[in-house]
């Protein structure tokens, strides 16, 4: 009896617990979501929305509240303004054109409504969070696309949304501002297509007529893509367009089922951001940390991936019923437990009935934990996969242009040496050069720079091996002071010439360790090199051996007090094919240092910062265990420093300014350019029999000495430190001071497109590497010859043609003004040189210079010339006296204009004067 006294008092007991539970008032907030949509097309529109809704079955206590204004920006505004009325906790707004919706959103931002603004931005900052692609991106994808697919040759017609929305326009902008880069590739005009498939096809049918031919369709929606593909199938059957679109949406009639169908080249991928947006409200709703600006990502959709991707939308799409589905079945177990609930209050009596209701909400209870976890791995499953094939893409892409540059920078260092050879060679070939005492010293330079192309071969074979597993470590044992010691020497002329204190540092005689000779050999002259080409003269490089505090470990320190790195070129140094700027090279030797340390089981580690200096340190791992026993070379190794390596480029400091005057005065004078030491030496070998020769290392020094000599010719390369070649011709082509002087790009850049960059800087000629010395000194005479040929035609009387080489506009216009300007002060007798050159803006030097390059006379000799050329009018038109003319055309008395006029034109102004009128009544005697 008392156990039954006690089951009944703990079943009383549990009722009344769960009565009391039941009769809890309920803490959780059901929030209302305002959702305004007016953006994209009708299949756009709705894939936003399911994405929204799949989304909303992980957030219950959300509820989303949609309206459709069909594109009608009048009509969101009402939409908006209602949701005001209504006081929905949150709204999110997608906007078709941004100008008409700002105020309205700004007042619900005031309200103190949280807003989220999706796929496009309004006019102002004024809202909580953006969530959207970049349209300028996308465009500016589907240009470089585009311009692949026609081989950067071809016309392209452009079918937009609406002309005043943001993504149409920034859709539109990215796509021309990659385009321009290929001249060939044109536009053939533009269709308003209003993003909708029929007013598409409207616009288009009307437009048929006049539309020329065209290579690409590029539309800003793939509904509009097929629009125009069904116009163009009717009115011009069996064409060969490729079609291009945007949004690659999943599902039938949409733009991956379409690139599947073969009706669509490609589609480019741009998200709704519906699944974002509702992630993004319940953070701010439940006051997380939540992103302001938050860009979605895009990728191309074509033959190449479509396959794939379809396969993967579907399943997305399928993914995303299964979770409306699954959320439904949970909402109609949820009211189960709710009408179980009501139940329990009815039949309190039964004590059975209530035992059973709590045994089904607890089974409830778990089956929806259950279900939200699988919901939430799926969900996370399909938001891997997105992110997967994004970021393949991405890297892909990041991976080609890393190679693009890699070659075109191998390119120009194998270019330059065998320049370097090639024009020694052809010296020594010519019969006149025989017995010459240059002969030793150009087999000197053929050597070291066939040597260069030797070492540079190594590297590609050395980075091949890495690439494909195949290079192999063979450690010996070697005592590693001497091993430093022997390398150290091949730098030590160097270092003398150059006045660089170069020192090693260690408290270890010696030090044994096992490693691979050849590898650490070319890991420590790379580091070397490298110190050395940074390094001003004068300044300092060290190395500095020591062990660690646990002995398991050397480390080496290679150090200077050179230019050093700024943060992004540290960060990214070890990289595979980067350069930094104004660092030339191949972008792949510290790269293959740290690669042959990490086959060492060490690490290669470095510290530097840009005007203080740069610090590298080799950790190697001291004795042999870390090593597998096969691979260890236990016979003794003699091992020598590799020669190839002794011929070391002996690289100018950046900062230097390399100037060099022949003393011996030519009559014209040549400005070389080039960061090579050794093309600067040969070429200025080869024509300072003939020029006076100034030569700069850089292309800021270069520039300074062009406006302080105004040299006749310049001769630059084009890949140089700081300021680049083109940058050079287009400055000095666009300043009146260097304007005349013509100019030669010297290169490694070969291609057409490269040239037609150049002679649209301004440059006259356009030489590539490798380049026979001869046709250099050829053209270098022949725009000399040109020069002065023009300079003949501006002599005569001053009369400048109308001239359409920009650099000869700017001549032209520098006699207009030269000209007027002594007319305009004809009669000042103080007018001279100094109040000139003031006039113009130039400095006296430069404005003699100049004129005489341009004309061959003097400044004040053109003056005299110009003044007694006006005298000789006056003295026939006018009774004026001698001495009035002479005071009103400049002479500061008759005296000297009269001695001046009879030593020009061999007679006084008198006999002049009387001559010319007894000539003249002679004339008209009957």
């Known amino acids: 009896m008392k156990s039954t006294r006690s089951f009944f008092s703990y079943w009383l007991l549990l009722l009344i617990v769960f009565t009391m539970a039941c009769h809890q008032p309920q803490n959780t907030k059901k929030f209302t979501i305002g959702f305004s949509q007016c953006t994209g097309g009708d299949a756009w529109r709705r894939q936003m929305k399911v994405a929204m809704e799949g989304e909303l079955a992980f957030y219950p206590d959300m509820k989303l509240v949609y ?47 949280p807003v989220i603004v999706v796929d496009r931005k309004t006019s102002s900052s004024m809202y909580n ?17 585009i311009a692949d697919l026609l081989n950067e040759k071809g016309k392209v017609l452009e079918i937009w949304g609406l002309p005043g929305s943001t993504p149409a326009m920034d859709r539109h902008r990215g796509l021309w501002e990659t385009l321009k880069e290929f001249p ?26 006049t539309l020329p031919d065209f290579d690409v369709l590029f539309a800003h929606n793939d509904v509009m893509a097929y629009g125009a593909f069904q116009v163009l199938q009717e009115f011009r059957p069996n064409n060969n367009i490729r079609f291009i679109g945007i949004d690659a949406l999943p599902g039938p009639g949409a733009g991956i089922q379409f690139v599947d169908d073969k009706i669509l080249t490609a589609t480019f991928l741009y998200p709704t951001g519906g699944e974002e947006s509702i992630r993004t409200a319940y953070q701010i709703l439940s006051k997380q940390p939540y992103e302001k600006e938050n860009v979605l990502h895009s990728t191309v959709v074509d033959a190449r991936n479509v396959r794939v991707m379809k396969l993967q939308s579907d399943k997305l799409l399928n993914q995303q019923k299964d979770i409306v589905r699954q959320q439904q079945l949970l909402n109609e177990q949820i009211q189960t437990y709710y009408n179980q609930r009501i139940l329990i209050y009815i039949l309190l009596i039964s004590l059975i009935a209530l035992v059973i209701f709590g045994s089904i909400a ?21 938001l891997w996969q997105k992110d997967t094939i994004a970021s393949m893409a991405e890297h892909a892409e990041h991976a080609t242009q890393e190679k693009l540059r890699f070659f075109t920078n191998i390119s120009h260092e194998f270019k330059t040496p065998l320049t370097l050879i090639m024009g020694p060679v052809e010296e020594l070939l010519d019969e006149q050069n025989k017995g010459r005492a240059s002969i030793r010293e150009n087999l000197l330079l053929i050597k070291k720079n066939s040597l260069r192309l030797l070492r540079l071969i190594n590297q590609l074979m050395d980075f091949r091996k890495i690439e494909d597993r195949k290079m192999i470590v063979k450690p010996s044992e070697h005592d590693l002071v001497q091993f430093i010691a022997d390398i150290m020497a091949a730098f030590e002329k160097l270092a003398k010439k150059r006045k660089i204190q170069f020192q090693f540092q260690t408290d270890a005689d010696v030090l044994y360790a096992w490693f691979d000779p050849d590898m650490l050999d070319k890991v420590i002259f790379n580091l070397l090199s490298n110190a050395f080409k940074f390094t001003n003269e004068r300044g300092m490089i060290w190395l500095r051996l020591s062990v660690d505090t646990d002995h398991k470990n ?12 700024s943060p992004q070129q540290v960060e990214h140094a070890f990289d595979r094919f980067y350069t930094g700027e104004g660092a030339g090279g191949t972008g792949i030797g510290l790269s293959l240092s740290r690669e042959f340390m990490e086959l060492h089981k060490g690490n290669l580690t470095l510290n530097s910062e840009r005007g203080k200096g740069t610090r590298f340190c080799i950790v190697l791992p001291l004795g042999n265990m870390h090593f597998e026993e096969q691979l260890l070379v236990t016979s003794k190794v003699d091992w020598k420093h590799n020669t190839t390596f002794d011929f070391i480029n002996e690289a100018v400091p950046l900062s230097e300014n390399l100037t060099v005057e022949t003393r011996l005065q030519k009559e014209h004078t040549l400005l070389l350019v080039d960061d090579n030491t050794e093309l600067r030496k040969f070429l200025v070998n080869r024509l300072t029999h003939s020029y006076n020769m100034v030569e700069a290392a850089d292309g800021t020094t270069g520039l300074h000495l062009a406006f302080e000599k105004v040299p006749d010719v310049i001769i630059c390369d084009v890949m140089l430190p700081g300021i680049d070649g083109f940058q050079i011709t287009k400055q000095l082509k666009e300043d009146l001071r260097t304007s005349h002087i013509p100019i030669i790009l010297l290169t490694a850049k070969g291609s057409i497109e490269q040239r037609i960059t150049g002679v649209r800087t301004g440059a006259d000629e356009y030489i590539s590497k ?22 003949s035609h501006y002599s005569h009387d001053f009369q400048v043609p109308a001239l359409a080489n920009p650099g000869q506009s700017l001549d032209r216009k520098f006699i207009n003004d030269f000209t007027s300007l002594i007319e305009k002060n004809l009669g000042n007798a103080d007018f001279h040189v100094n ?25 004040n000799d053109y003056i005299v010339s110009i003044r007694l050329k006006k005298a000789k009018f006056l003295l026939l038109s006018t009774e004026k006296t001698i001495s009035e003319i002479a005071f009103e055309v400049g002479f500061s008395s008759a005296t000297y204009f009269s001695t001046a006029f009879k030593a020009r034109f061999h007679q006084s102004p008198k006999e002049y004067k009387l001559l010319q009128k007894a000539d003249s009544e002679t004339e008209f005697k009957p």
């Open 67 to 113: 309206r459709d204004a069909e594109n009608d920006s009048e009509k969101q505004v009402a939409d908006i303004e209602a949701f005001i009325h209504d006081k929905v906790d949150l709204l999110i707004v997608s906007p078709n054109e941004a100008t008409p919706i700002t105020p309205i959103v700004e007042k619900a931002f005031n309200a103190g409504i």
């Open 129 to 145: 969070a953006y969530i959207g692609a970049d349209n300028f991106e996308i465009g500016k994808l589907a240009g470089s696309y």
């Open 184 to 209: 060939q590739i044109e536009s053939v005009g533009n269709i308003y297509g209003k993003w909708e498939q029929d007013s598409a096809r409207l616009q288009l049918t009307k437009a048929m007529t």
């Open 362 to 382: 607890a089974m409830s209870w778990r089956e929806k934990n259950e279900i939200n976890k699988r919901l939430e791995i799926k969900n996370q499953e399909i």
């Open 554 to 565: 050397a480390l080496l320190w290679v150090e200077d007090n050179g230019l050093g790195m």
């Open 770 to 791: 490798p380049f026979v010395f001869e046709y250099l000194d050829a053209r270098i005479k022949a725009l000399i010859h040109n020069r002065e040929a023009l300079k």
């Open 835 to 859: 109040e000139l050159a003031r006039d113009l803006g130039m400095s006296r030097v430069q404005v003699y210079r100049k004129v005489k390059a341009l004309i061959g006379y003097s400044i």
